[in-house]
């Protein structure tokens, strides 16, 4: 007799998704910040390879998780799927799929820097979900398959086999799961720890900082530009965390320590005692390619690292800081970077509002004039004063450079590419960077004409009158042009004389080099 596979696969789904719900629920229970699938989803980021992980941010850009996300959750649908086609021959024929995903989901947990062996306790209370729920379905399955197998000798099994009292059997038992393992992952979120109660103490805070006016003159008033300031809900946001660490202040420290005469420890609250610095601040991300969006403009409000160094007392022959996030990821970033005079910072506020927890809060560390992924640090918990010959961190194990000054770049907003224009008066516009260094000028050249200047708007001034050189410039310029095709490309010339390249290069391993261009059509 040939067994009907559907229900039995549904029911193996049915179980699975009961038992990611127990684990979730156990997992914010606990206060811990990933359940088992996102301790699967970070495992898989940190064994991707750097030049893959480069692909896929290309490919995907901001969407990234959520495509790996999918992935893992195809992956995982389909195994459950198959755990419950397998219970149709046996009771015990499931448990080395679930063996496998278990195993490979307390890997996960257990292998972080931040683990303790309680977190495979969400890990092992998924499994028992797994096999008492699809005994619990399969149960009925088994007893009307055999009844069927009994009544008919040697006749194959159809759907019609698994009769009306098992259907409902089945469904009694599906719903009675159904609220027991979702309300284990609503309670468990509710009387633990988690995000929700993170976002309530955030929300609570009263920030010593100021709300944001963008400066006089540096915005162009041209439709279609990037905006001079980006909001937070449209800033760019590349990490490597699947779920993002909720921390709560009350309980947040920052270490200082490794080659220093003292060892200094912060609270949120030390931080907020300290002397406030504000500035506007750009920053970028080293995947970003020619032309790319992954970057954006804020009003940062923090406390300056340099005089935080300065109290730890760095000592000789230090030339570099192990930054750690709350997630276990790492940067080194160059000492003099910190202590040169630049507005260097433990951030506290983004836009005159406590960081959002997707942008680092409670702190993140915010460095103009370098990329992020050594200096940037989200979540920050621990700076550790050392040389770089002593230390390894986590883009430059996969073959980034181990300094990574930003690269001098531009690029054209409007006219979009692709965009047929009606009108032959045409309006170039677009945005030009080179944080820590600054933007003198910046030139455009049509189908390739001499390079013209463009015009900018004015820098952003700090008290006392000196310009701020670590945000980005507006550009925009006007041509009159015949019908057809053209093409428009754009450089930017740096305070110290530096013209951007032309010279193309990749994102890998120090950031991309070469003139943004747009193809556009009058008439």
């Given amino acids: 007799m040939r067994t009907v596979r559907l229900p039995w696969g549904t029911a193996g789904l049915v179980a699975g998704i009961a038992g990611f719900a127990v684990a979730y629920g156990a997992a914010q229970f606990l ?19 750097g030049s893959f992980s480069h692909w896929f941010i290309e490919r995907f850009g901001t ?7 999918l992935i893992i959750a195809a992956f995982t649908v389909g195994l459950l799927f198959t755990a419950g086609r397998l219970a149709a021959s046996s009771w015990w024929a499931p448990l080395p799929v679930y063996a496998v995903l278990g195993g490979i989901a307390a890997v996960a947990a257990l292998t972080r820097e931040d683990s303790a062996l309680d977190d495979a306790l ?11 729920v699809l005994d619990l379905l399969t149960g009925p399955l088994a007893r009307a398959q055999e009844a069927a197998a009994r009544a008919h000798p040697g006749d194959e099994a159809t759907l019609d086999d698994v009769d009306p009292v098992t259907r409902r059997s089945v469904l009694v ?18 009387i633990g720890h988690g995000r929700r109660r993170v976002e309530q103490a955030r929300r609570l805070l009263n920030l010593p900082v100021t709300s944001p006016a963008v400066p006089r003159g540096v915005a162009l008033p041209v439709e279609g530009i990037t905006p001079w300031q980006t909001p937070n809900g449209d800033f760019y946001l590349i990490d490597t965390a699947f779920t993002k660490p909720a921390i709560d202040p009350a309980t947040w420290t920052l270490r200082i320590h490794g080659m220093v005469e003292r060892e ?19 920053l970028n991300c080293v995947s970003n390619p020619v032309g790319g969006d992954l970057i954006g403009n804020a009003w940062w409000s923090g406390v300056r690292l340099a005089p935080l160094l300065a109290e730890a007392g760095v000592r000789p022959g230090a030339d ?16 003099d970077a910190l202590t040169d005079g630049r507005q260097a910072m433990i951030a506290f506020a983004m836009n005159g509002e406590a960081l959002p927890i997707e942008h680092g809060f409670p702190a993140r560390v915010i460095v103009p004039g370098l990329y992020g992924y050594v200096s940037a640090t989200k979540w920050v918990v621990d700076l550790e004063v050392t040389r770089f010959d002593r230390i390894s961190a986590y883009w430059t194990e996969l073959g980034w450079a181990e300094r990574a000054p930003l690269q001098i770049s531009s690029r054209v907003d409007v006219p979009r590419d692709g965009e047929d224009l009606a009108d032959a008066t045409v309006r170039l516009a677009g945005v030009a960077w080179a944080q820590h260094t ?21 820098a952003a001034v700090r008290p006392g009158g000196a310009p701020n050189r670590d945000t980005w410039v507006q550009w925009t310029a006007t041509e009159r042009l015949a019908e057809g095709d053209h093409v428009v490309r754009v450089r930017a010339i740096g305070v110290d004389g530096t013209v951007q390249t032309g010279v193309e290069r990749d994102v ?6 070469g003139w943004h261009t747009r193809r556009f059509s009058v008439g």
Avoid: H, M, N
């Avoid at 969407?63 to 996300?69: A, W």
């Avoid at 890998?508 to 080099?513: L, Q």
């Fill in 508 to 513: 890998v391993p120090a950031g991309a080099t």
């Fill in 320 to 335: 570099a800081v192990l930054q750690t996030s709350e997630d276990g990821w790492t940067c080194g970033t160059p000492l």
């Fill in 31 to 49: 206060g811990r910040r990933l359940t088992p699938f996102d301790a699967v989803a970070e495992l898989v980021i940190a064994l991707t390879p």
């Fill in 63 to 69: 969407s990234d998780k959520f495509v790996l996300g």
């Fill in 122 to 132: 969400p890990v092992a209370l998924g499994v028992v979900t797994w096999i008492v």
């Fill in 173 to 190: 038992r599906t719903g009675i799961i159904a609220l027991v393992a979702g309300g284990a992952a609503v309670l468990g979120p509710l």
């Fill in 264 to 282: 200094v420890v912060l609270t949120y609250q030390d931080l907020l005692d300290r002397e406030v610095t504000e500035d506007w601040i750009t």
């Fill in 438 to 458: 600054g933007i003198a000028s910046v030139e455009y050249a049509v189908d390739g004409g001499p390079w013209v200047r463009a015009e900018t708007g004015g």
